[in-house]
């Protein structure tokens, strides 16, 4: 039976989990964009709230609030401005990375398994 679009959406949306949860944890994904990114990505899945991950997750995601983590706006401030902020980043980053990296580790088994189907 063939996929619906909803299931290839939602396959879409793992394969995405998985990668950014990899270059997490392979050191080439900056760990305050994997939070909204994975964020986003969780809540498309509906499961953006029901799994012991989410929670370090929403709060990394929420302390980046107004800080200047997407490369896009970026070019929208000062370099002294970024040079203040990349400062803030930086200890987010790091006060986060070892919950991070559980949380990276858990969506890989989670998520990684072809066995589960649910989301």
């Known amino acids: 039976m063939p996929m619906s679009s909803s299931d290839d959406k939602s396959a879409k949306f793992r394969l995405e989990l998985l990668s950014i949860s990899q270059a997490v944890l392979d050191g080439k994904y900056p760990i305050l964009l994997a939070a909204s990114d994975l964020m986003l990505i969780a809540s498309h899945l509906g499961v953006s709230n029901q799994s012991p991950f989410s929670d370090v997750i929403m709060a990394a ?59």
Do not use: Q, W
């Open 61 to 119: 995601e929420s302390d980046s609030h107004g800080l200047p983590i997407f490369s896009d706006s970026r070019k929208l401030y000062s370099e002294s401005f970024l040079a203040e902020k990349d400062l803030v980043i930086k200890e987010l980053e790091d006060a986060y990375r070892a919950e991070m990296t559980a949380a990276c580790h858990e969506i890989l088994t989670r998520f990684s398994s072809k066995s589960n189907n649910s989301p």
